[in-house]
């Protein structure tokens, strides 16, 4: 369901053709089935012992119904393989309704990640630029909606989604043990972006909002982002691109604001595309800053699978670090020399 929030991406138009296999298409109706999978052996921030893992391993059912030569109504079921990294369990992904038009945009209604997640830069496959909204907040989650136009030109994309189940709706009476929990009862997050295409380049001004709304000052989570981003196509092979964020972020009496900014460039020869991508973040109340790099090669072997590979190092300082740790993250970060080997397939 949720998508790296370090890639570029730019939603097509919302009365596009499908992408994926077509199973059915006859009377109006038709039925694609979509799905995608990776594999890697990495190591991570948290440890520096290379070990395989189980990134993606997603399929889905893409349905829509032609009502007239304007308005489709559509249906998506998806199946997560790979919640997180090495999942056993299979769990529901992007499970939601929509209205599709060929000149007004799209509607969906259900569980699906909202504008958020179409936010970033560079083609990193595992270790792009350091996460700068929130690992707390609620943009894939149910109870959302949706709404997305693309004439070629503009775009923009709005997100809402509200939590009104208060604890986890799998395990009644459990007390609320996962992100619903956090959420509380009246708790909202909204976000959204607005962007442009002209001359070679892509602009686009990012906004998001989240409030918890929790009784006890301790579970407070609260979480706002301005993001603006620019891409340049313009030259053949060549993508270049630049980002600035700025968060201003609170859980319980940790201030976690802070300030990104990124710039990233690919370059594809023939088979070959190569990627590499610089940021940098501080951190005002803590006085910390990080910076992260990385360098990659990826080759199409078929269509739609790709073999990759990628490198990245991370640096760190600050004397408040290992309280910002503490406050941001489970479990320490040891490891500042990255390596992935991968491989992934989509239809």
């Known amino acids: 369901m949720k998508k790296t929030l370090l890639a570029l991406a730019v939603l097509a138009a919302a009365g596009s053709a499908q992408a994926g296999i077509e199973l059915y298409n006859q ?6 089935l979509k799905g995608d999978i ?3 052996y990495q190591n991570s921030t948290t ?12 399929f889905g059912f893409d349905v829509r119904y032609a009502v007239n030569d304007q308005v489709s109504l559509g249906a998506m079921w998806e199946f997560d393989g790979s919640e997180s990294n090495n999942s056993v369990d299979t769990k529901n992904g992007d499970n939601y309704i929509a209205v599709y038009t060929k000149d007004f945009g799209s509607v969906r209604l259900g569980r699906t990640c909202t504008a958020i997640d179409d936010i970033g830069i560079g083609n990193d496959y595992q270790f792009g630029i350091d996460s ?14 949706r709404y997305d136009y693309d004439n070629g030109m503009f775009y923009a994309t709005l997100g809402y989604v509200q939590n009104k189940l208060g604890e986890d709706a799998t395990t009644p009476g459990n007390g609320g043990t996962d992100i619903l929990a956090n959420q509380g009862s009246e708790g909202d997050y909204v976000d959204g972006y607005v962007g442009a295409r002209f001359a070679g380049f892509d602009v686009k001004v990012a906004v998001a909002d989240y409030d918890n709304d929790a009784e006890a000052a ?5 979480s706002s982002l301005f993001g603006l981003e620019a891409a340049f196509g313009g030259i053949e092979n060549l993508n270049l691109s630049a980002g600035y964020y700025a968060a201003d972020r609170a859980h319980g009496d940790d201030n976690l604001d802070n300030k990104t900014w990124a710039l990233a460039a690919d370059y594809t020869m023939g088979k070959m595309v190569f990627g590499t991508g610089y940021s940098a973040s501080d951190y005002d ?5 990080s910076t992260r790099w990385f360098v990659n090669a990826g080759y199409t072997v078929a269509p739609s699978t790709t073999v990759y590979v990628e490198f990245a190092g991370v640096d760190r300082s600050g004397n408040d670090w290992d309280d910002l740790i503490a ?10 020399k990255l390596v992935a080997i991968g491989a992934k397939a989509s239809f």
């Open 285 to 289: 109340s803590a006085d910390a800053e």
């Open 27 to 32: 009377d109006g109706v038709s039925v694609n």
């Open 38 to 40: 990776e594999i890697t």
């Open 47 to 58: 440890s520096s012992s290379m070990s395989q893992q189980i990134e993606d391993a997603d």
């Open 327 to 336: 406050a941001e993250y489970a479990k320490a970060m040891t490891n500042d």
């Open 218 to 222: 301790a579970d407070s989570v609260s």
């Open 132 to 145: 700068f909204f929130s690992s707390d907040t609620f943009e894939c989650q149910d109870e959302a909606v």
